[in-house]
């Protein structure tokens, strides 16, 4: 017992960088670029995050963890009682100047400070 208090300020010294990090990245993004097309991604300080998706007819929602690694943000999505059928699985977006990129690189999710239009 004594050896794991021992260990726990240095645990917590490893772990501040990536806390620091995720406290930096979270905020509440809006996609920009794409025509006719209704987004917004809320990145919470715990972890969690919120998404939707408006395309016409269609709606997609997703919430669930997310994480920052190798210059990218990953969305994992989990099933809950208010997004039953999540509208992805798993969605990684590259971090470029501040935003964040779909895979298709269409379009941007960027904070409103960040918006240029």
């Known amino acids: 017992m004594r050896v794991l208090t021992a260990l726990l300020p240095l645990a917590a010294f490893l772990a501040g960088p990536a806390w620091a990090q995720a406290a930096e990245r ?20 715990d972890g969690r995050f919120q998404w939707y998706l408006v395309y016409g007819a269609l709606d997609l929602f ?30 990684v977006l590259t971090i470029q100047d ?5 895979p298709d690189g ?3 999710y960027v904070r409103p400070t960040d918006d240029k239009d």
Do not use: N
């Open 26 to 45: 979270a905020g509440h993004y809006y996609l920009r670029g794409v025509m006719e097309t209704g987004s917004e991604l809320m990145l919470h300080p």
């Open 62 to 91: 997703a919430e669930g963890r997310w994480a920052e690694r190798d210059g990218a943000v990953i969305l994992t999505s989990e099933k809950t009682r208010d997004v039953p059928e999540p509208g992805f699985r798993t969605l």
């Open 98 to 102: 501040g935003s964040l990129v779909p």
């Open 106 to 108: 269409r379009g941007a």
